[in-house]
C-alpha cells in the first residue's frame, strides 16, 4: 500500500566526483560517482565538443551546430592526470576538468582563459513535465560581452542581465 504519494523536492543537482576517466580516440569519457557522464569530443585543435549525460544515459546524439560532413582533426591531444584535475591538451588550448566538481577550464597554451565554469554543469528534476532542466553558468571575463536575444526591450549588451528566451522550438 502506499502510504506517501508526496513528490520529493530535490532542488538544484550536482556532479560528483570523478571515478572514471577514458579516452577513446578524438573523445574523453567522464564519470561521476552519481551517474553524470561528460563526453569531450576534440573536433580540431581549437573546437571541442562537450556534452552531458544524466543517470549514465545520453540523449540520442544531435547537434545542427555539427556538419557530418565537416572536416576534423587534429595534429596533438594528450591527457594527464594531477591530483585535483585531469588535463587535456590539443596543440592549441587545453582543458581542465575538477575531479571533485567536474567543472571545466579552457584556456589558451599561455593560461589565457577563454572559458571558465562558475557552477558548471547542473540540473533539476521537473517534476510538471517530466525530465530534467538542464543549467550550466559560467565566470565572465574581464571585457567579454554578450549580445542577442534582440527581442528584448533593453541595451543589446546583455552582460550582467538576466533574461528568458520567450521562442518556442515547436512544429506546425
Known amino acids: 500500500m502506499i502510504t506517501n504519494t508526496e513528490i520529493e523536492y530535490k532542488g538544484n543537482l550536482y556532479p560528483d566526483k570523478i571515478v572514471d576517466f577514458k579516452h577513446i580516440t578524438d573523445k574523453f569519457l567522464i564519470t561521476t560517482a552519481n551517474g553524470v557522464i561528460l563526453e569531450i569530443t576534440v573536433l580540431r585543435n581549437s573546437a571541442i565538443r562537450f556534452r552531458y549525460a544524466i543517470d549514465y544515459r545520453f540523449q540520442p546524439d544531435f547537434s545542427y551546430a555539427i556538419s557530418p560532413t565537416a572536416s576534423k582533426g587534429f595534429n ?27 567543472r571545466v577550464q579552457i584556456s589558451d597554451l599561455e593560461g589565457n582563459i577563454i572559458n571558465e565554469d562558475e557552477l558548471g554543469f547542473h540540473w533539476e528534476e521537473n517534476h510538471e513535465f517530466g525530465g530534467n532542466n538542464v543549467k550550466m553558468s559560467k565566470i565572465t571575463q574581464s571585457g567579454e560581452n554578450f549580445y542577442g ?18 521562442v518556442t522550438d515547436q512544429y506546425a
Do not use: F, P
Not at 84 to 89: G, P, S
Not at 149 to 166: E, F, P
Open 76 to 102: 596533438q591531444l594528450e591527457s594527464e592526470e594531477t591530483d585535483t584535475e585531469y588535463l587535456i591538451k590539443t596543440s592549441k588550448i587545453q582543458i581542465l576538468v575538477d575531479k571533485k566538481s567536474l
Open 149 to 166: 536575444m534582440g527581442d528584448k526591450a533593453t541595451h543589446s549588451n546583455l552582460k550582467g542581465r538576466r533574461v528568458s528566451n520567450w
